[in-house]
């Protein structure tokens, strides 16, 4: 069955200390790996796709890199407005599936100033 | 371009009562899916709607059902409420193997 796990649970940063969440995964065939950002009690806003292993992405201070098993959102020099959870969710290749996203359980991020 | 759009925001039942959610999908996406996300389960996913067509469900009971218009907006429906069934429940919309984008999302509280 597919599996996706997030950690660490929960990070608390400085302002400008850099860190890496981990995304592992198991999946029957990976379609593509995606992350999200959620704020509190709003749905989750759309970050990177990625689709083979060595791929990266980058946006701001965020980037996203993808080996064969896991994947890492690297946080640099993070500001208290990156406070947020991040998702992970990956998408199987079968062919009627990509409608169909397993998500991690989340880390939630605070960075303080 | 307008994003995905859920309605209502808010909603508050009874147990035992039923309920329909709408979903609106980004203008030319075809798929829609429904993800359920409380705390303690995080989001798991319910089912996915391509053209009016139910293409996966995920492990829900069937108190818990969906249709697709023609138009591709979406409504899903849950019968005999349970104190369970309170979870923001999110609809997202895609476009073949592009990224999925979810609107805010269906605070429901069941009491």
């Known amino acids: 069955e597919d599996q996706v796990t997030q950690s660490p649970e929960a990070l608390r940063l400085q302002e400008g200390e850099s860190s890496s969440l981990n995304c592992s995964y198991t999946v029957s065939g990976l379609r593509g790996l995606f992350w999200y950002r959620q704020d509190p009690g709003k749905g989750p806003e759309f970050l990177f796709t990625?689709?083979?292993a060595g791929e990266e992405k980058e946006k701001e201070r965020l980037k996203a890199t993808l080996t064969k098993k896991e994947s890492f959102l690297h946080i640099t020099a993070p500001k208290p407005e990156d406070s947020a959870t991040y998702l992970c969710?990956?998408?199987?290749?079968?062919?009627?599936?990509?409608?169909?996203?397993?998500f991690g359980a989340g880390t939630q991020v605070v960075v303080t100033p | 371009k307008a994003g995905v759009t859920q309605t209502p925001r808010y909603l508050i039942k009874t147990r035992g009562q039923q309920v329909t959610l709408s979903c609106s999908p980004i203008s030319g996406h075809r798929s829609v899916s429904w993800y359920q996300q409380t705390p303690g389960q995080g989001l798991q996913f319910l089912f996915e709607?391509?053209?009016?067509?139910?293409?996966n469900k995920g492990n829900f009971p069937g108190r818990f059902s969906g249709r697709q218009f023609s138009n591709s907006r979406s409504e899903m429906n849950v019968s005999t409420l349970e104190l369970g069934d309170s979870a923001l429940y999110l609809c997202?919309?895609?476009?073949?193997?592009?990224?999925?984008?979810f609107g805010q999302g269906t605070r429901l509280t069941v009491v």
């Open positions: 709607y391509f053209s009016e067509t139910q293409r």
């Open positions: 969710a990956v998408q199987a290749s079968f062919a009627d599936s990509w409608g169909k996203l397993q």
């Open positions: 990625l689709y083979s």
């Open positions: 997202a919309s895609s476009h073949k193997t592009n990224e999925a984008f």
